[in-house]
């Protein structure tokens, strides 16, 4: 280690004089040793990250698609329970649009409350971690947004079989449903 990063060149000459004579190696043998800087350390570790990110969002990819398969999946559920309640609805006059609505909107609700709750989980953990860590906390602003984005276009995929299902329900059918 060298106190001024202008003398490294010369700290290096004089690691490899050193190395060399400890090896007993010869003027005109190759050295059998390398000297590397903290810089090939760090563009290692870049190299590497770029992985680890590629891999983060392939993980983050399916996670998606799972959460949108389950929410979609309470969905479907919540309308088999409701027949009944969609029955009556059209019975009164409920439009089909109304019916799609009203799935929709229950759709997004859900997806925005596990949004909201993600954020607020996230930024409690990278608190605690900073906390431990004895560093400061930032708040991601742009994260966040984007993710209550990504949860809002979920929420919305997820709700279009169920509240379609929901809309094309028989009336009569529907009441006599249990």
């Not at 590497?48 to 479907?76: C, E, H, Q, R």
């Not at 276009?153 to 509240?163: K, R, T």
Request: charge should be positive; include cysteine; charged fraction near 20%.
């Amino acid at each position: 280690m060298v106190p001024d990063a202008s003398k490294l060149d010369e700290a290096i000459d004089a690691a490899t004089s050193q190395f060399r004579q400890s090896r007993k190696l010869s003027v005109k043998q190759k050295d059998n040793f390398q000297i590397r800087k903290s810089d090939f350390i760090v563009n290692t570790l870049m190299d590497n990250i770029k992985y680890l990110s590629g891999a983060a969002v392939v993980l983050g990819l399916i996670t998606l698609l799972g959460s949108t398969i389950g929410l979609m999946n309470v969905l479907l559920v919540s309308v088999t329970e409701r027949t009944q309640e969609i029955g009556i609805r059209k019975a009164l006059g409920a439009k089909k649009s109304d019916i799609k609505t009203q799935f929709f909107i229950e759709s997004i609700i859900l997806g925005q409350l596990g949004g909201i709750l993600g954020i607020i989980l996230g930024v409690l953990s990278g608190n605690m971690v900073a906390y431990l860590l004895k560093i400061g906390t930032v708040l991601p602003w742009a994260w966040m947004i984007l993710g209550l984005v990504i949860c809002l276009i979920v929420s919305i995929l997820a709700g279009l079989l169920p509240a379609s299902r929901a809309a094309k329900l028989n009336p009569i059918e529907s009441l006599r449903y249990e």
